[in-house]
């Protein structure tokens, strides 16, 4: 079971496999894993202890943050990424943590949780994808339907006042043209985040 994993200088953190999207575009959709990982997918769960355990076999002075992103949404299992993120911080408090989330967080959980994300980490990356809703329902599929949409705005928008960097990413081109990249800049920095365009993933990278 691949809880833990390498990707250049970041050590990457898989809590689960489940998610309340489909979206198209989806690196799951090509294969097992990605950037030579192992495979992803879990035959169950890990425990908090058993991701602990395995946070702790890296030696984290060879690595510039811990990532916790694997192949499923990481709040779908909130209390554990927050207790291992605090146990990294009691480790070492200047390692560097962060969160790649779709940003559905409040919906998943039933509750406002960007402020439990205070003081353990560090930079939280949420998937904007587009500056519309409508487009955002037909690339993402969330089956919270057109409740995610705005849920994730206002999620960003609390995150940014408790967490130190708050960036919101979409998908370069082919997927997302130079100007809607542009309009999606201005909604995340009217949110106090900053956009980041990440790089279209060919299923050349994937483990099959």
Known sequence: MTITYQVKQSVYVNLTNRCPCACRFC????GSGVFGSGPLWLER??????VTESLDGWDYARFREVVFCGYGEPTERLDVLLAA???LKRRDAALRVRVNTNGLSDLINGKPTAPLFAGKIDCLSISLNTDDAA???DVCRPKFGAAAYPAMLVFAKEAAAVVPEVVMTVVGEPVTSL??????????ESLGARLRV???EAPS???K
Request: with cysteine; aromatic share 6%; net charge neutral.
């Open 45 to 50: 769960e890990p425990t908090l202890d058993e």
């Open 135 to 137: 487009e955002y329902l």
């Open 85 to 87: 993120a605090a146990h």
């Open 205 to 207: 990278n994937m483990v």
């Open 27 to 30: 690196l799951r959709n090509n």
């Open 179 to 188: 100007e809607k990249q542009a309009r999606c800049r201005v909604l995340a």
């Open 198 to 200: 990440r790089p279209y």
